[in-house]
């Protein structure tokens, strides 16, 4: 089985029944575009669905809900990973359409807003390139003109953080 956990939840959110999106093993009705360009009506079940799409030779794309799938849209979500007719098989045996077989739903939990205080903590490190040309003169005694000039290169490397541990 090619069948990733992103797949599966794609599945179930696209052809899932119900408010949980679970795999059914009937009572869905889409149309399918064949590669003879003429459009079948079609019922049954998610794994239905998902092997009519695996069969890219047959079936160049599925209107399920007033919308359009097709197989590479399938295989991005299953990231990237190319489906098999085992695939399908597994969905029907995940469909709960027997009693006591497992019913796969919708797994991934949608976001959570986080409200309240939140602690930010960054490190910004600067580097600091320099040159100060120094010049120094002395007053002059016995007509001596006593001028320095002196040039100091250098880098430094700073580093500031910031944060609340509260």
């Known amino acids: 089985m090619t069948l990733t ?21 009937s009572g869905l009705s889409w149309s399918y575009l064949g590669t003879d360009n003429q459009s079948y009506n079609e019922t049954g079940g998610t794994a239905q669905i998902v092997s009519r799409l695996i069969l890219t030779s047959l079936v160049q794309s599925v209107t399920y809900n007033e919308q ?4 590479a849209a399938l295989k991005a979500a299953n990231d990237n990973t190319d489906l098999t007719l085992s695939d399908a098989q597994w969905i029907a045996q ?7 077989e497992p019913q796969y739903c919708l797994t ?8 309240g205080d939140i602690d930010i903590m960054f ?3 600067v580097k600091i390139n320099y040159t100060y040309t120094i010049t120094t003169s002395i007053i002059p005694t016995n007509n001596n003109n006593n001028v320095t000039t002196d040039v100091i290169t250098g ?9 609340d541990n509260k």
């Open 5 to 25: 956990e992103n797949g599966k939840n794609y599945i179930a959110s696209t052809f899932g029944f119900g408010t949980n999106k679970c795999y059914v093993g």
């Open 155 to 163: 880098v430094t490397e700073i580093v500031v953080g910031t944060g």
């Open 123 to 125: 490190l910004v490190k």
């Open 68 to 71: 359009n799938y097709t197989y």
């Open 94 to 100: 995940n469909d709960g359409d027997i009693e006591g």
């Open 108 to 115: 991934s939990a949608p976001p959570q807003i986080v409200t």
